[in-house]
């Protein structure tokens, strides 16, 4: 990306302080994955009996868990398992609604069958859709990331399908057709390049909404194996102890919100500065 | 209109097969023999045969799968395992809860959602408005248990003024029961507050920028009579048909606030049907939600036409 687009895509956060605010947030959640091990002032899984259940202080800043764990490390340990999941239902729901968007507008015989079965698919409500994937796969990480990333792979395969659709009767496109371009070309040169906007788009909204996802699984005992730090499951172990430790409650509900809420921000901001034709293609929900 | 509702019946009814295919298949996916499933670990030889042949588990898929449809179509849905008892009946038991809780966070929804958005739209573009909208995000950003939580600590635990879990049935104790749905539906309404407010306001300054508002507006009608007579109303209809939706949507959604709460609905018996690998009522509960989700979407979409003429011909 030369200098001059990534200060066009930099220009709607500089526009809207908040959406740079949340811009920043992402930024510092993935620093805190990365350096979990450096940042954390305690090891996230070191027991100690003697401390269990202290309120926040000057040596646990967040206090400590049923086990005496430090609830900080533990938050702080959690972000990688947030970005995990985040970008491994992203990755899914891109890598297999693009294709399939792509070649349903482009091969419309193909395509009446494909949005068949994702109209299909779109009668199951998210959630349950997940709780039956992860019935049939058993719980983990990745079946976790496999029972979001599906409910989001049709929206993604709508959106991408009724993007092509558009794109394809273009003045450019047809002329480019007429003038003997072949499919390849057609998706690689002018189909795909118009794309990565409404795509971006669409990843911020997922990414924010898998956080929430992932946090009910955890929060059912469904998701991440429990003894995995992850914010999810800081808030299902605390929740025996809601009346004796209300603190362990603030700060892993408090990570979801934040992130979820920035990457909300950041598709917002996205989103107002697509072209307006594009615009419409995006619902209320991610 | 008539075409098309039997149109728009027709692909329901597509959907719906295709749909329960999937559903089928579903007790056929998951680990294990379904006869295992069906019997649990304590069935001697004999009577995992009896079943297999009675289940028509030994007869070619395609017939086992009509048979199925055939028993649904009749009501019959499979038995609990754990309940020992039909599903349909088991699933019955939650309904009063799911239907309530549902209705009652709906109250919320139009309650806090439709008027702020409403406000948001006729301020648009101030900072009230900013405020608002970004408000309404935060609300779509917060986990419903995270909020459920605090609202059993702060309501329950300390003031003491709502129970704190499980739902007892009104017919059995009267109206007052309903008292234990108001946190859980509080927590479930939030983020479906939030959702409706930003339609309601998209949906306003949309229908704003019609000729006729502006025509309104250059005849020298006040307003607030612009607002109320030509926007509002129009607006509505998109209002109310993601009210449609929503409610649809909740059924399921309810799921974790369920859980959290303790109420007998039939989220919860989702979780602890999946704990307790009790398959035939998810499957079923699975056909019941799924079939409720595109009854509703066709009534919307049906009930749309039949309000807006103007639909047909965009």
Known sequence: MSSNSATLWLRPFIARPIALAGLAVLLATVLAAAFASWLAPFDPYAIDPAIRLTPPNAVHWFGTDQFGRDTLSRVIHSARMALLIGSGVVVFALSTGVPIGVLSALFPRLGHVLMRIVDVLMAFPTLLLALGMIVILGPSVANAILAIGLGYMTTTTRIVYGLTLRLRTETYVEASRSMGAGTLWLVSKHILPNLVSPLLVQASFVFAFSQLGAASLDFLGLGAPPDIPSWGNMLAESRTFITRAPWLLIFPGLMIVVTAFSLNLVGDALRDRLDPRFRQVFGEKG | ?314
């Open chain 2, 1 to 314: 209109m008539w075409s098309y509702a039997f149109k728009r019946a027709g692909t329901t009814a597509v959907t719906l097969l295709a749909a329960s295919v999937i559903i089928f298949a579903f007790i056929h996916v998951v680990p294990g023999d379904p006869i295992y499933v069906l019997l649990g670990d304590t069935a001697t030889p004999d009577q995992i045969d009896a079943l297999r042949h009675q289940l028509g588990l030994d007869q070619p898929i395609i017939l086992q799968y009509l048979t199925w449809t055939g028993h649904v179509l009749e009501g019959d849905l499979g038995r609990s395992i754990f309940f020992q008892a039909p599903v349909l009946s088991v699933i019955a038991d939650g309904a009063e809860t799911s239907i309530l809780l549902a209705t009652m966070t709906m109250v919320w929804v139009a309650i806090i959602g439709v008027p702020i958005g409403m406000i948001a739209a006729v301020r648009h573009g101030t900072w009230l408005d900013q405020g608002l909208s970004g408000g309404a995000m935060l609300m779509a950003s917060i986990p419903t248990f995270w909020v459920g939580l605090y609202l059993i600590l702060i309501f329950a635990a300390w003031l003491g003024w709502f129970p704190s879990s499980g739902y007892p049935s009104i017919f059995e104790g009267g109206l007052a029961n309903l008292r234990y749905l108001v946190l859980p539906s509080l927590a479930l309404a939030a983020p479906n507050a939030a959702l409706i407010l930003r339609l309601t306001r998209a949906s306003m300054l949309d229908v704003s920028r019609e000729d006729y508002v502006r025509t309104a507006r250059a005849k020298g009608i006040r307003p607030w009579q612009v607002v109320r007579r030509h926007i509002w109303r129009n607006a509505l209809l998109a209002v109310v048909s993601a009210f449609g939706f929503t409610f649809a949507a909740l059924l399921s959604e309810a799921v974790v606030t369920e859980t959290v709460f303790a109420l007998p609905g039939i989220g919860r018996l989702v979780v602890q049907s999946i704990l307790r690998r009790d398959y035939p009522v998810i499957q079923g509960v699975i056909l019941v939600i799924v079939v409720v989700y595109l009854l509703v979407n066709l009534i919307v979409d049906l009930s749309y036409r039949l309000l807006d003429p103007r639909v047909e011909l965009q």
